[in-house]
């Protein structure tokens, strides 16, 4: 009988952390100064990141004479 042998079974925690979390979009306006982007992420914060790696300043199309 082998008695040294490891136990294979995976506890509840560990099927929790392995499933893959479900991708929700994220949307963000850039209050005027940068582009709207919506971005998929699993969470508030990796969305943010996200963000701020791939937002695009907004060009002025118009200037004004002063």
Do not use: C
């Not at 082998?2 to 994220?26: C, W």
């Amino acid at each position: 009988m082998q008695t040294k042998q490891k136990d294979k079974m995976i506890s509840a925690d560990e099927v929790k952390n392995k499933a893959e979390q479900p991708l929700e979009e994220f949307h963000f306006g850039g209050g005027g100064e940068y582009q709207p982007l919506t971005v998929r992420a699993t969470n508030l914060e990796e969305a943010q990141a996200i963000w701020t790696r791939e937002r695009t300043k907004v060009e002025p199309s118009q200037t004004i004479n002063q």
